[in-house]
């Protein structure tokens, strides 16, 4: 029923098992006093965004921000890839935050418990095959300027394993920023295939990735190094290589259908709300409130 804080339901007349993390959110909000908070629709704004700590920033730090960016990505490492961006770039601040940067961490925290209901579905379709989408927001990061990687693999329609993460270097246009995130994708396809296929799960067709950039599958797929790529670090060329092994192959999906959108930026509650429903994830209502007591770090 619980295991570390994640509550596991199963209907085997329906064939359906469901994952959330009620009492751990339940939890986490009463240790940051916002167990009666105001709802919030979105983990994060979509029309603005955070920078460091300025020197003119004088006001004193006496708020647990590492503690609640902690408990966050618990919660989004296991159930809510919907808050993986938002907890992402918080996370960078966790040596030098600022007022701005709690406000923010407790928006997120806010989101979860308006949204403390929400479950991962698995069985709920016919999809058998292993998928994945893939994107990059270019340069999303204004104080480095480094681009943001978002995937989530899908399996039987539901989510399985997502990424939310600035990439480690400068990305000097959208189709290598989307280059290296579909690298990032391509590593996770291996690990995956090789897991689900000891538990005889998947064939060993390739792997689909979806990507919504042109210019990087026709890099990916064309083995002619140009001169405007030759800066690209070798390693991210490995897909290619994956690519002719039909480890994988690569096809496009227009942006308007790019689940992955909303693990590289903040997006608006629609956007949002599509993205929910597309991973698998639902509304249920908790059959009792007697949840596991977790300990909270």
């Not at 751990?24 to 909000?29: G, M, S």
């Not at 509650?269 to 509304?283: A, N, Q, Y």
Request: hydrophobic share 40%.
């Amino acid at each position: 029923k619980f295991c570390l804080g994640i509550e596991i339901t199963r209907d085997r007349k329906q064939r359906l098992i469901t994952m959330s993390q009620l009492g751990y959110i339940n939890k986490i909000a009463e240790r940051f006093g916002l167990t009666e908070c105001k709802k919030s629709a979105t983990p994060a704004d979509s029309n603005s965004s955070l920078t460091k700590r300025q020197p003119e920033d004088i006001d004193e730090i006496n708020f647990p921000y590492r503690a609640i960016i902690g408990s966050l990505m618990y919660a989004m490492v296991c159930t809510r890839p919907d808050i993986a961006n938002a907890v992402g770039n918080l996370a960078r601040f966790n040596d030098n935050p600022s007022r701005e940067h709690w406000i923010a961490a407790k928006r997120v925290l806010r989101y979860l418990v308006t949204t403390k209901n929400k479950v991962l579905v698995f069985g709920s379709s016919k999809d058998e095959d292993l998928v994945c989408f893939a994107d990059a927001n270019w340069a999303s990061d204004v104080d480095t300027r480094r681009s943001t990687t978002g995937f989530i693999f899908k399996l039987f329609g539901t989510a399985i394993t997502w990424k939310s993460q600035r990439q480690h270097t400068v990305a000097t246009s959208s189709t290598e920023a989307e280059y290296m995130a579909l690298y990032a994708a391509a590593q996770e396809a291996i690990w995956l295939r090789r897991l689900l296929q000891e538990l005889k799960i998947i064939n060993y067709k390739s792997t689909k990735i979806w990507q919504d950039n042109q210019g990087t599958i026709a890099l990916a797929k064309n083995p002619i190094f140009h001169a405007r790529t030759k800066h690209i670090d070798i390693k991210y060329h490995f897909t290619r290589q994956l690519i002719e092994d039909k480890v994988i192959c690569v096809e496009y999906k227009s942006t308007n259908e790019m689940q992955a959108d909303a693990l590289t930026k903040a997006v608006s509650r629609v956007k949002l709300e599509e993205f929910i429903t597309s991973i698998g994830m639902k509304d249920q209502e908790p059959e009792c409130e007697n949840w596991c007591e977790v300990e909270v770090n």
